[in-house]
């Protein structure tokens, strides 16, 4: 089957074999001139199964992501592995190892700012790098949450989480910021696109605010990085 | 000696980034940070070279004695031993 979607303000024409990605990705279908399209194979799910547990449907929206990305970092689009939120219209990212914490983080985040705070992605959003914005962008690709939405907003900063006893936040380098970030995004396997992810990476972390967090699981901890991060 | 196949070198502001695809990946996924008379050392490593003549390359493009220039080439040769991406 082919269809038309429409990530990061870019329409991909997508060939495919299995329905769950067509109902997995139903919020994103457009009718414009597609700029990109790619196809997947049926040799390409059996390459992407591991364990031999997953659902081909499962496997296919994974590859799908992954030749999207490929071709996505040539229109300055990355994907970055993050639970991205907004609020008052900006964006804020949260990075972390997984099990570390990100979603129980935003929980407290909404549980403590309630409806002002809205859901983007919960763990794989698309960022996009123009001169004059960077921009966090909604995917079907949501992780066990199945968190997001099919809207956009500028990101206002990126925190990377990590667990302690008492809540502190402090701001990182550019230096380390690009280094964590590079832990976190695709590695295309392509000379081309591995050298645009840098250059991307390495506009991110010059542009936008980045935070170290260490916190606990109480409402404390969401006012500390919302402080941070809000300038407030 | 020379660099596995794979191995991106990223001019980003005054530095310059080292990363991998393919082969040089399979050993390496991380991000090495070079200055830039790393990065004409090791940027000489992609093609099939020696130590000594490393620092000769060194000694032309830098005015540093051969001390110096030895020092630095092994400095460079070692971080990327240490993260298996020097072929013998």
């Given at each position: 089957m082919t269809n038309k979607y429409q990530f990061a303000g870019i329409c991909v024409e997508i060939t495919h074999i299995y329905p769950y990605f067509s109902q997995l990705a139903r919020d994103y279908?457009?009718?414009?001139?597609?700029?990109?399209?790619?196809?997947?194979?049926?040799?390409?799910?059996?390459?992407?199964?591991?364990?031999?547990?997953?659902?081909?449907?499962?496997?296919?929206?994974?590859?799908i992501y992954r030749k999207l990305c490929e071709q996505l970092v040539q229109k300055d689009i990355i994907l970055l592995h993050s639970a991205a939120i907004t609020v008052d219209g900006k964006a804020y990212l949260f990075t972390a190892p997984s099990g570390t914490g990100k979603s129980t983080h935003i929980r407290l985040w909404r549980k403590r700012f309630g409806k002002a705070v809205g859901i983007i992605n919960g763990d794989k959003p698309l960022i996009s790098v123009t001169p004059t914005e960077i921009r966090a962008w909604g995917t079907p690709w949501d992780g066990k949450e199945h968190w997001s939405a099919n809207r956009s907003a500028p990101v206002a900063g990126i925190c990377q989480i990590g667990r302690a006893a008492e809540n502190t936040i402090y701001p990182a380098s550019a230096e380390e910021a690009l280094r964590v970030l590079f832990t976190q995004t695709y590695r295309p396997q392509t000379e081309m696109g591995m050298r645009k992810t840098v250059q991307l990476l390495a506009e991110i972390s010059r542009r936008v605010p980045f935070w170290n967090l260490k916190c606990n699981m109480t409402a404390e901890a969401a006012e500390v990085s919302y402080a941070a991060m809000r300038g407030e | 000696m020379r660099l596995k196949d794979g191995v991106i070198f990223t001019k980003v502001a005054d530095e310059t980034i080292v990363v991998t695809v393919g082969e040089a990946a399979e050993a390496f996924r991380g991000m090495i940070k070079l200055n830039s008379t790393g990065a004409f050392i090791a940027e000489h490593m992609l093609q099939d070279t020696t130590k000594e003549e490393l620092a000769a390359a060194l000694r032309q493009e830098y005015e540093v004695d051969e001390a110096t220039a030895m020092e630095a080439v092994a400095s460079i040769v070692e971080k990327f031993e240490s993260v298996e991406l020097i072929r013998e």
């Open positions: 279908l457009c009718d414009a001139d597609p700029e990109v399209s790619l196809t997947v194979t049926q040799a390409d799910i059996d390459l992407e199964r591991a364990d031999g547990e997953a659902q081909d449907g499962y496997l296919e929206s994974l590859v | -």
